[in-house]
């Protein structure tokens, strides 16, 4: 259901939950980066200590790429979503459904490196 008379409270409510969420990704990858320095990988103890944190700190992309998908939502609901296109490079929807893909592919392969580092 579209609503015919929209305050600009829910469209900028719509642009914060996008902006909080690309930050929150940004932020994130920032922080992933520079768990990586300084790069020990003959060292078990930080591959170990590297996993751990990697997947303590994996609700901060999580709740990101969620909030963004809520902007989206509010965005539909309120009737001021731009019409859908094709896929495109320049769709920031795209790029987080790759983003989506690549943190649930890295999660998934740090599941055997924890184990085989643990034991």
């Given amino acids: 259901m579209k609503g015919s008379n929209i305050s600009p409270v829910p469209a900028l409510a719509a ?5 909080s969420g690309i930050i929150m990704v940004l932020f994130a990858i920032i922080n992933s980066i520079l768990l990586l320095f300084p790069l020990n990988l003959g060292d078990i103890e930080w591959r170990l200590n590297f996993t ?8 901060l992309p999580i709740l990101g790429i969620a ?4 902007g989206y939502g509010f965005e539909e609901i309120l009737g001021i979503a731009p019409p859908q296109a094709k896929v495109s490079w320049s769709n920031l929807k795209f790029w987080i459904y790759l983003l989506s893909l690549f943190c649930g592919i890295m999660f998934l392969l740090l599941i055997p490196l924890h184990i085989s580092t643990a034991v």
């Fill in 15 to 19: 642009k914060f939950l996008k902006l």
């Fill in 52 to 59: 751990t944190q990697i997947i303590e700190r994996g609700i």
């Fill in 67 to 70: 909030l963004m998908f809520c």
